[in-house]
């Protein structure tokens, strides 16, 4: 079984910085696209950045989403905090595991992390 589990949030000040990280656990499993989202409270989840498994960086606006080969992570570093940041941050993978020989699809969301950015 393929699991995601997202980590790094907290409360950080407006202004400041801040990296959460994703990790997926189960062996085979190859990363097509991972994306972050984000739900603020009282609200609908939305996209806020995402880089196929190919990638090693990529930028929207304040977000940067970068590949860590080492701990095989994908982080989400968003940069300029506004409170309107907070929120709890979910990571979405898909891609496909290799199954004896048959590839078999995958897409795990992560329970998500909580993040408040204060004023």
């Known amino acids: 079984q393929v699991q995601v589990a997202e980590s790094g949030g907290g409360l950080v000040q407006a202004g400041g910085s801040l990296r959460l ?62 409170p309107e940041d907070t929120g709890v941050y979910y990571c979405n993978m898909r891609g496909w595991r290799n199954i004896r020989g048959s590839l078999i699809p995958v897409d795990r969301w992560g329970q998500g992390t909580q993040v408040t950015v204060s004023s």
């Open 21 to 82: 990280s994703c990790t997926a656990s189960g062996s085979s499993f190859s990363v097509d696209h991972t994306d972050w989202y984000r739900q603020p409270p009282g609200k609908q989840r939305e996209w806020v950045a995402g880089m196929p498994g190919s990638g090693v960086t990529s930028v929207t606006g304040r977000f940067t989403v970068s590949r860590d080969k080492a701990k095989n992570a994908v982080n989400l570093e968003i940069d300029s905090l506004k």
